[in-house]
């Protein structure tokens, strides 16, 4: 399985980005897919997830209500849609998948065994 995240950029407190994560290599039945991000020395946190059904979402707490999490199946690819960014989303964004994940572990980044290089996501105030 390879991952490939992109969309990372800089923007102003308020602003929007959208990140994509495109998956190749296998086919994904029964696979989870999530965002995790890691600021500068801190640990990584869990963002959100969506199964391969897409009717099954989980967010974090800090990100709901602004941060989408969505599918395209047939394009294999994962979309974050975060708005009204602030300062403390700035972080590298990683995407993780993995399978046939138990619902207790979707939010823990040591399930995932597949992750793509991360893509920087920087908010100005």
């Known amino acids: 399985v390879q991952l490939q995240a992109f969309g990372g950029g800089l923007v102003q407190a308020g602003g929007s980005l959208r990140l994509s994560c495109a998956g190749s290599g296998r086919t994904f039945t029964n696979s989870v897919t999530a965002w995790f991000r890691q600021a500068p020395g801190k640990e990584r946190e869990f963002v959100a997830a969506i199964k391969r059904n897409g009717l099954n979402t989980y967010y974090a707490d800090p990100v709901k209500g602004r941060f989408t999490i969505s599918r395209d199946n047939a394009k294999n690819t994962v979309y974050l849609q975060m708005n009204s960014l602030k300062p403390e989303d700035t972080a590298v964004y990683y995407c993780?998948?993995?399978?046939?994940?138990?619902?207790?572990?979707?939010?823990?980044?040591?399930?995932?065994?597949?992750w793509g290089k991360g893509t920087l996501v920087t908010v100005s105030s």
């Open positions: 993780a998948l993995d399978f046939n994940l138990i619902q207790s572990s979707i939010r823990t980044s040591r399930a995932y065994d597949y």
